[in-house]
């Protein structure tokens, strides 16, 4: 429209579950509507039906992923070569994902040789866009499929050869970055958490009749913002004189529980209860820029910069209290519980809003903007590449029963293990967890998208099933914490990494029940029947007790 940024005015609500689609509905549906207010000078509200968000808003990519793994005798990876092939839809939206695959490719792994390529193709698909994961949940699947089969090959159990393989403090993925053990590396601690809670070692009750039963893991890992540079964020923290605190940012709130987690950063950080804490949040003319609400980097990236901008204003403070009040030194005054006062002497405490109108009189700044950035992340000489400055590890365990009949799938629980750093708000980490298990069940079992002619056949919720509450088992998260030098208070993000290995660990389960491998999802009924007579199909027994072969 020909207009500077600074005469567009942007105000978000709170918005709701995103999963990586209301990335891309600020081009379907708000520039529109920004578009036609500015052309008609009147107010704009734009909204699509549901058929029409089925049909014309982006999907997950849809991906073909080739993979050969090595490995000698005793399960110790040796290398990979991957081809990755991602159906891009009818236009480019976000295009990290091909990337992303790559990334992923050798999974959270020690792997020391690898050869890996991603190719975008251009279809009359709906386009593809960010959606919850962003492309790690599809080459996880790959990787984790291959490490059940090559445990199969080799005779080994699937949870002896990953702890074999998983990557540890000082061990490199395929990429050659190098996990470092002060931004928390608790993927061992989550594999055998899960291999406990899932009663590993004690054989499935194997059923009745045609229903069999197994079990299935999956390990995953998942790097914390964009991988790009430059990634910060930015905020505004300001003091009042009653002892309440204001904070003024950009970021959405998604549902993710950012308000709570910003609310608890800064009370601890200036000492007093969240009550006291009040969050401005997503209005382009009073928040400072702070990046896009993605690829789990909220809670670090914007947790860091109202950590930055508290601590400003503690020393301020803690200043004015020792040489203006006081009378002590700085290193002889803290604060606690909403007070200020000298180390060791209780009856100099003075509440927090007391030493905040002082400082006002004597003209201290009660506002400070808080900053942070994460280390620059670039290609390397020797062809290596550090992607992310810290990733959120984790493992899966589900147990599944399978009717041999009809192909029906029965999830019976799904235990999620996440290295999550530091639980911030330990009740919004388990809500993402368990949001994650279920959305990974039905992307791995219910959710397909049937096309003609470039059109989505089901485009309603009675025809394109999502899984319900009846739908989902018992669902167990544990928590692990390894603390991130680079996150407040030691934290990482956890909004996306819970669904990454909820699909193959359904998978792997699938073939402890069966012995059947599956590499196509999701597993629904049509699909797994189609496997369990495929073996089958090749031989047909003659009268006379002998083989033919068959087509």
Request: hydrophobic content about 40%; proline content about 4%.
């Amino acid at each position: 429209m020909g207009l500077p940024q600074s005469k567009i005015r942007v105000i978000s609500t709170i918005v709701g579950g995103a999963f990586g689609g209301k990335e891309d509905s600020t081009f379907d549906v708000s520039a529109i509507a920004g578009v036609l207010a500015l052309k008609t000078r009147k107010p704009v509200y734009y909204e699509e039906t549901r058929e029409e968000v089925f049909r014309a808003t982006g999907k997950r990519h849809a991906a073909f992923l080739h993979h050969r793994l090595a490995s000698d005798k005793t399960g110790r990876i040796l290398a990979i070569d991957v081809f990755n092939i991602i159906d891009k839809g009818a236009y480019q939206s976000v295009d990290a994902i091909p990337d992303r695959t790559l990334l992923y490719a050798g999974g959270p792994y020690k792997i020391s040789a690898s050869r890996v390529s991603a190719h975008s193709v251009y279809t009359n698909h709906p386009y593809g866009c960010a959606f919850r994961g962003l492309g790690a949940p599809q080459a996880h699947f790959a990787i984790e499929c291959q490490m059940d089969m090559l445990a199969h090959e080799l005779g080994m159990d699937p949870i002896e050869l990953r702890l074999k393989n998983i990557v540890r403090g000082g061990d490199a993925i395929h990429t050659g970055q190098v996990m470092l053990e002060e931004r928390g590396v608790g993927l061992e601690e989550c594999l055998l958490k899960v291999k406990d809670a899932l009663k590993w070692n004690e054989k499935s009750n194997q059923g009745h009749g045609s229903k069999k039963r197994g079990k299935g893991v999956a390990c995953f890992m998942y790097g914390i913002g964009t991988g790009s540079s430059p990634d910060g964020a930015h905020c505004i923290v300001q003091a009042q004189r009653d002892g309440s605190v204001n904070i003024g940012l950009s970021s959405n709130e998604l549902g993710q529980g950012l308000l709570v987690a910003m609310k608890q950063i800064a009370g601890e950080a200036l000492c007093v209860s969240p009550d006291k804490i009040h969050v401005d949040y997503s209005d382009s003319s009073s928040s400072l820029e702070a990046g896009a609400t993605v690829s789990s980097r909220t809670t670090t990236l914007m947790g860091n910069a109202v950590l930055a901008g508290c601590k400003t204003l503690k020393e301020r403070f803690i200043r004015h209290a020792a040489e203006e009040i006081f009378r002590v030194g700085t290193a002889s005054v803290d604060m606690a519980d909403n007070l200020v006062f000298v180390k060791g002497k209780s009856e100099t405490a003075m509440t927090l809003g007391e030493v905040i109108s002082s400082a006002y009189k004597a003209q201290v700044p009660l506002s400070a903007i808080g900053s942070w950035f994460p280390p620059r992340v670039y290609p390397k000489s020797d062809n290596t590449h550090d992607q992310m400055h810290a990733f959120t590890f984790g493992a899966c365990g589900v147990e599944l029963e399978v009717d041999t009949e009809t192909g029906d799938l029965t999830v019976l629980q799904c235990i999620l293990a996440c290295d999550v750093g530091k639980a911030i708000n330990p009740s919004t980490v388990e809500g993402q967890m368990e949001g994650g298990m279920a959305q990974g069940i039905g992307w791995g079992i219910m959710e397909e998208h049937f096309m003609e002619n470039g059109k989505m056949k089901n485009h309603t919720y009675h025809d394109f099933l999502i899984p319900t509450a009846l739908d989902l088992p018992k669902l167990e998260t544990i928590i692990v914490e390894h603390p991130n030098e680079l996150g407040p208070y030691g934290a990482k993000g956890i909004g996306e990494p819970p669904i990454v290995g909820i699909a193959p660990a359904i998978r792997n389960a699938l073939f402890d029940a069966t012995g059947v491998f599956v590499n196509s999802i999701p597993l629904t009924p049509v699909r797994v029947m189609a496997a369990l007579r495929k073996p089958l199909e090749g031989k047909q027994r003659k009268e006379d007790g002998s083989e033919r072969e068959t087509c």
